[in-house]
């Protein structure tokens, strides 16, 4: 409940500085955008450096 009030707080804040509600949607739009293209690069980016580091791992131990 309360991170709901300090939401409506901080939108409320935004129209009273002077920020429209279209700055405000596109602007979280944008963030969501790049983590969606941000996790279809980094996800398999880091898949890959986990299995070549356990990789590495288990060939120091078995040598």
């Given amino acids: 409940m309360f991170n709901l009030l300090l939401v409506l707080l901080i939108i409320w804040l ?3 500085l002077g920020i429209g509600l279209f700055k405000i949607l596109t602007f ?3 963030i969501i955008v790049i983590f969606y293209i941000a996790s279809f690069i980094l996800l398999p980016i880091l898949i ?9 791992t288990l060939s ?3 040598l």
């Fill in 28 to 30: 979280l739009l944008g």
């Fill in 48 to 56: 890959i450096f986990i299995i070549g580091l356990g990789i590495t």
């Fill in 14 to 16: 935004l129209f009273k």
């Fill in 60 to 62: 120091k131990d078995f």
